[in-house]
């Protein structure tokens, strides 16, 4: 998506393998910022 470039299956899958963590919020999937940017520094 935005800003990691990959496609919403792709986010969803990493969601799923635990590589990006979710905040809860019912019926919403929300990624911190931080979590967006600790994906990013890990894959640079």
Same mark, same amino acid.
């Given at each position: 998506?935005?800003?990691?470039?990959?496609? /919403?299956?792709?986010?969803?899958?990493?969601?799923?393998?635990? !590589? &990006?963590?979710?905040? *809860?919020?019912?019926? /919403?999937?929300?990624?911190?910022?931080?979590?967006?940017?600790? !994906? &990013?520094?890990?894959? *640079?």
């Amino acid at each position: 998506m935005g800003l990691l470039k990959v496609s /919403r299956s792709t986010v969803y899958k990493l969601i799923s393998d635990g !590589v &990006l963590r979710t905040a *809860a919020v019912p019926r /919403r999937t929300l990624i911190p910022a931080s979590e967006i940017q600790r !994906v &990013l520094a890990v894959s *640079a």
